[in-house]
Structure formats: C-alpha cells, structure tokens
C-alpha cells in the first residue's frame, strides 16, 4: 500500500532535583528498562 511503518518508540527521561531532564532512554525494552536505569544510576 505504500505506507512505512517504524515500529514503536519508547522513549524514558531521568530528571534530577532541580526539574531537568539528565539523561535519556531511547534503546530498552520494557521487561529490562530497570536494569538500564538502575546501571546508568550505578555509573554516576
């Protein structure tokens, strides 16, 4: 039919005390995006 299809986007923000994004998820998937988060808060 012509169309493009991308798939789904899933996209996480991580925003400190002072109200601004810090970081940002864009390649997770949802059974692990703890992990992720909980590595990249390890690393700081």
């Known amino acids: 039919m012509g169309k493009i299809y ?3 986007h899933r996209l996480s923000f991580l925003v400190g ?5 810090s970081h940002l998820f864009n390649k997770f998937k ?3 995006h703890h992990e992720v ?3 990249h808060l390890k690393q700081d």
Not at 17 to 21: E, N
Request: proline share 0%; hydrophobic share 30%.
């Open 30 to 32: 949802t059974k692990d």
């Open 17 to 21: 005390q002072d109200g601004k994004i």
């Open 37 to 39: 988060v909980l590595n």
């Open 6 to 8: 991308d798939g789904i």
